[in-house]
């Protein structure tokens, strides 16, 4: 549940919890390509004075200097040029060089991700330059505010480039690099995006990895009231404007569940809001909320400026048999904004910023020896939860077939920083490991299987997040093991691999609970005469993955070879999280509703800073 969350969306209509909230939403029609929103951009380039009319930024040798002044074909000049009258408007600020060398192909998907180099111009004496326009050569994009956008993302300085290795170095290989040519608009793809120059991968921990210790937890003397503090169930009764403690004041209750309650506070000392999770006074909550308090040691102690976007430990005490969990304020679940806004799914570029954050948080888990193992929407926070209503007039995309589901306008956050939260269920990768862990949507295949787990099982839940922030809804519909495998089958359109098949069937008794009972001759024994018509007829309903994300534009050809990776059945063969944070998709730059948000949202705050 999203523990730490305040000011939840109002309440759609109908949806009172995520089981019913879901079965409105299990059938819909594909989705139309997007309307086309390009972002072209004049660029002054740099080129091989033999193929392009525009005078080369790169030193020449006295040869070539001689070779110029040398009267020539075609109306050349036949003198040096006059640098000065070149530039007499000024110079661009930057240069960009595109290779048209192919890239090998990675894994027969990703064939047309383009090379960029930012090269400085060669300022000439006495010169100024003047910064680069953008312009739209297509229709604006259609918000409530009006405002149109000239402004285009720009890659980070500090980023390093994806690297893909060469397939060979042949002689034509080399001619070819040599022959740079300049490209303005076809650096654009048809729906708005374009190949950034480099991708930002993990950086890393700069010193080996620290383990916390149990963590001890102050007891807090209670008050010399006699009220009743707890309900039959061991849960602390919230009373507003009490307090818990002389140093926080419970403003009111944003979320509860089976380990407690959490409420928001005022921290007396310095009148910070922060988030209380309350643990219920039985014991093995109490102990489960220990070892979460190690992993939040962990993340602390690791990570002390919170580059990482994990919830930070802020205090903890044991008040009148509850322990404690104080934590910052955050904004509502990414779930909960969905459900707000009718599950209408997040914009392309949100996706890509949820996915780049989300990643980073779990390689930091993984690097640091720990497992999530709870990964979904609900345990993702926005760190502020603004937004802008900007007009849609499409249909919404769908994991599965049936009549479309359609709106008219969406909320779009005017920024997309999150927090990732509840590690209560969280695991170091050497201690003691349950046999069932996950919220079944986001449950991995080996889980399913009895196979044991480890990191890969995080990498499968985020798959599964990052498709339903682009469908608005759960992948995986499901409370049973052998349909929801058979669901995995349809999506992915291949079987479970036999080798997985042979080690379940390794694994001994033909119990009804065994995984080996869902196998037959190395395959899924799916469908049964047991199987109910209602179970086949959604099995049957599932899209392909191809489908559902079809290759038409950049961003969603680089989108589900990334899913592809995320998704294969085998752990081991997984893509990692910090391998994840290298693919192409990371490098392609959008323009969206969620750019345009963020550029209404900074011009806002330039707005207030004015005022100010």
């Not at 930002?200 to 383990?211: E, I, T």
Request: glycine share 6%; aromatic share 8%.
């Amino acid at each position: 549940m999203s523990a730490f969350a305040a000011n939840p969306l109002p309440q759609v209509p109908g949806f009172t919890q995520r089981n019913l909230d879901r079965q409105r939403l299990r059938s819909y029609h594909p989705h139309p390509t997007n309307p086309s929103q390009h972002h072209n951009t004049a660029i002054a380039a740099a080129a091989d004075p033999t193929t392009s009319s525009q005078p080369s930024l790169q030193p020449t040798t006295k040869a070539q200097s001689r070779d110029k002044a040398k009267p020539g074909p075609m109306g050349r000049r036949t003198g040096a040029p006059d640098w000065n009258e070149f530039y007499k408007n000024g110079l661009p600020s930057e240069v960009i060089v595109i290779e048209d060398t192919p890239e090998p192909d990675t894994n027969g998907s990703i064939k047309d991700v383009a090379s960029y180099h930012i090269i400085a111009p060669t300022i000439p004496p006495h010169s100024t330059t003047k910064k680069r326009k953008y312009e739209d050569d297509s229709s604006s994009i259609s918000t409530s505010a009006k405002i149109s956008s000239n402004q285009s993302l720009q890659a980070s300085s500090k980023s390093t480039p994806y690297d893909v290795p060469s397939p060979s170095t042949s002689s034509k290989d080399a001619r070819a690099a040599k022959k740079r040519r300049t490209r303005g608009q076809n650096t654009v793809d048809r729906d708005g995006t374009r190949q950034s120059p480099s991708v930002v991968g993990y950086q890393g921990l700069s010193k080996p990895p620290v383990k916390a210790r149990d963590v001890a937890v102050r007891r807090i003397a209670p008050g010399t009231g006699n009220r009743r503090v707890d309900d039959d169930d061991g849960h602390y009764i919230i009373v507003p404007d009490s307090h818990v403690t002389n140093q926080f004041q419970i403003k009111r209750l944003i979320g509860q569940g089976t380990f407690g309650k959490v409420v928001q506070a005022r921290d007396l000392d310095n009148s910070d809001s922060v988030a209380i999770k309350i643990i219920r006074s039985v014991q093995k909550y109490r102990d489960a909320a220990k070892i979460e308090l190690r992993v939040l040691q962990t993340l602390r102690q690791n990570d002390p400026d919170n580059k990482y976007k994990c919830i930070h430990l802020r205090d903890c005490f044991d008040f009148q048999g509850h322990i404690c969990i104080v934590t910052e304020l955050l904004g509502c679940s990414l779930f909960d904004f969905l459900k707000g806004n009718g599950f209408v799914p997040f914009p392309n570029s949100h996706i890509q910023s949820f996915a780049k954050q989300l990643l980073t948080s779990v390689a930091f888990l993984h690097d640091i020896g720990i497992v999530h193992t709870d990964l979904k929407p609900e345990n993702i926070l926005l760190k502020d939860e603004k937004y802008q209503t900007f007009t849609y007039h499409r249909n919404i995309p769908t994991s599965r077939t049936s009549s479309p589901r359609q709106a008219n306008q969406r909320k779009v956050l005017l920024g997309s920083e999150i927090r990732l939260i509840d590690f209560g269920s969280a695991t170091f990768n050497d201690e003691y490991h349950s046999s069932v862990v996950s919220t079944r949507h986001y449950r991995a295949p080996e889980i399913i299987m009895g196979l044991g787990w480890s990191y890969p099982c995080d990498i499968w839940s985020i798959g599964c997040i990052l498709v339903e922030f682009y469908t608005g809804d759960a992948l995986f519909h499901t409370h049973d093991n052998i349909e929801h495998l058979a669901m995995m089958e349809a999506v992915f359109d291949a079987r479970i691999d036999p080798d997985l098949v042979r080690q379940v069937n390794k694994s001994g008794s033909k119990s009804s609970s065994n995984p080996a009972t869902y196998f037959k001759r190395l395959k899924l024994n799916y469908p049964t005469p047991e199987t109910t018509r209602g179970s086949r007829r959604f099995v049957r309903a599932m899209k392909k993955l191809t489908e559902t994300i079809p290759s038409t534009s950049s961003f969603l050809r680089n989108f589900l070879d990334l899913l592809q990776k995320m998704f294969a059945y085998d752990p081991s063969r997984r893509i990692t999280a910090k391998d994840a944070l290298l693919h192409p998709f990371f490098q392609v730059v959008l323009r969206d509703d969620g750019t345009e948000a963020a550029r209404i949202a900074l011009e806002k705050a330039q707005r207030s800073r004015a005022v100010g």
